[in-house]
């Protein structure tokens, strides 16, 4: 029959179903996503609204400039319009001719600069009157307004500005009135056009610049908002902080100095991790009050029965020797389930590794047992030192029981939240179809070994209770290997 391990620890009792629990990391539960930034949000908020009120001001700034140049131009052009309204003549015979005009421009062909004097015919379209036009128009003409020729009429003696096309296909700025003139009767159009593109490439450049301005400005209020968000909230980001290392047992309270908006939250959670102690310690008390109330009767009837021996005292015995296993076992679970994530508490593997190893060396010094056991010192449980010694403590003596000279542990991170524990043996082995059976309250395959059948019981609840595992598998060594799954604590 291939032997058994199982250690003779204290009492254990039947595995129960694992509640859910913050660090179900630890049984490969998906990761949860990420919550939102509280500092990506008020960056983007205002990112947002900046770019609103950028893109806004730079739409209303840009259309400002566009209508002050235009009229500016438009100014210009009614003020050229001026002599060749004073400048024109009427013969005996009503008709029209311009004055001397000395503007150069107008004398060359497609220069940009055209002036004309025309007429509505009865269609309502524009008639030039002969020789009334500057030499740069050639053989071309100043367009009518997209309106037509009798919105002219509908406003005389007052100037109307619009674009319209030249005869070079440049974009043009007319300035155009209809004067009635004594001698003719209809009213004479005179119009007065200047190519804008120089305006319109000052627009654009004004435009371009404005764009670029904000942008620039954008990026630094963007970068500014960041900054303040960072910098305002440096002391909720440290609150975190503490309240990291109150649980992982670096420190046990909150004791910044914090602004006094985040004073009474850090009051609050000081009280509360009080509190917390406050019922761990009435929890312990209570336990070992049962425990002494529950193991002095047992210990006075274990008396009463070796003192008079018999059958019946056998039994009572036996008996009272299962009830103190028992309560061992439930006491156990107790304290386990009170604080399933080890609190704040941390202990260091090394330290506890060594003295098991050194203690159960001696005690197995008949078999002239090696312990090899390796941790760094950094590592540390994120649990208390009793509940690892009971974790470590029992699977080692177990391996330390069935092994034949050599038992090897090695403890190692695996995240920043796991550790991993493994212990070997190079003894007989188990197995596989009896490792589930050996994790059962009592469950013991080889009746001739000593113990009761709990320790490795108690630590497979113990390792769940604190959201870890245990599994077991065979050992390079020849024997068993255990790994245990543990919470890590930050160095």
Request: aromatic fraction near 4%; charged fraction near 20%; charge should be negative.
């Amino acid at each position: 029959m291939t032997a058994i391990q199982d250690t003779s620890g204290a009492a254990s009792g039947p595995a129960a179903p694992s509640k859910p629990r913050a660090d179900d990391r630890l049984r490969g539960a998906p990761t949860p996503k990420s919550p939102p930034s509280l500092v990506r949000r008020l960056v983007v908020l205002q990112a947002v609204l900046s770019a609103l009120v950028m893109l806004a001001g730079g739409i209303a700034l840009s259309a400002s400039f566009s209508q002050q140049t235009t009229v500016s131009f438009d100014q210009s052009l009614g003020d050229d319009l001026i002599p060749l309204i004073s400048g024109a003549a009427v013969d005996d015979q009503g008709a029209v001719s311009a004055g001397p005009l000395t503007e150069i421009r107008a004398q060359n062909a497609y220069s940009g600069k055209y002036w004309e004097m025309a007429t509505v015919d009865a269609t309502g379209r524009l008639r030039s009157i002969p020789d009334a036009r500057s030499r740069s128009l050639m053989d071309e003409v100043i367009p009518a307004p997209a309106s037509g020729a009798a919105q002219l009429l509908k406003a005389v003696g007052s100037p109307m500005f619009y674009d319209a096309p030249g005869p070079a296909g440049q974009p043009l700025r007319v300035a155009a009135q209809a004067v009635k003139l004594t001698g003719v009767a209809a009213p004479v159009i005179f119009m007065e056009a200047e190519d804008r593109s120089a305006m319109n490439s000052n627009i654009r450049t004004f435009e371009t610049e404005t764009g670029l301005s904000m942008a620039v400005l954008l990026a630094m209020l963007i970068a500014g908002v960041a900054l303040q968000v960072r910098v305002g909230l440096r002391p909720l980001f440290a609150l975190r902080r503490e309240v990291a290392a109150v649980r992982t047992g670096k420190t046990d309270r909150v004791a910044g100095d914090y602004p006094a908006e985040l004073e009474p939250l850090a009051s609050e959670l000081n009280a509360l991790v009080a509190h917390n102690q406050e019922v761990v310690e009435r929890q312990r008390t209570h336990v070992g009050n049962l425990a002494h109330a529950l193991k002095t009767p047992l210990s006075v009837m274990a008396a009463e029965a070796q003192a008079r021996p018999g059958p019946l005292a056998d039994v009572v015995g036996r008996q009272a020797e299962v009830m103190r296993e028992q309560v061992d076992h439930h006491l156990r679970r107790a304290r386990a389930a009170a604080r399933p994530q080890g609190g704040g508490e941390r202990t260091g593997l090394a330290p506890v590794l060594e003295e098991l190893a050194r203690t159960l060396e001696r005690i197995f010094r008949d078999k002239t047992v090696v312990i090899d056991w390796r941790a760094a010192d950094d590592l540390y449980f994120h649990g208390e030192r009793q509940d690892l010694l009971e974790l470590a403590g029992n699977v080692m003596e177990n391996a330390c029981k069935w092994c034949v000279a050599r038992v090897r542990v090695e403890a190692a991170p695996i995240s920043t939240g796991l550790l991993r524990l493994v212990i070997e043996d190079d003894g007989p082995g188990l197995a596989a179809e009896d490792r589930g059976e050996v994790l059962q309250r009592g469950a013991r395959l080889d009746e001739t070994a000593p113990g009761s059948g709990l320790g490795l019981s108690i630590v497979d609840e113990l390792a769940r209770a604190y959201g870890g595992s245990l599994s077991m598998a065979d050992s390079s060594l020849g024997g068993l290997k255990v790994t245990l799954l543990l919470p890590r604590a930050e160095a």
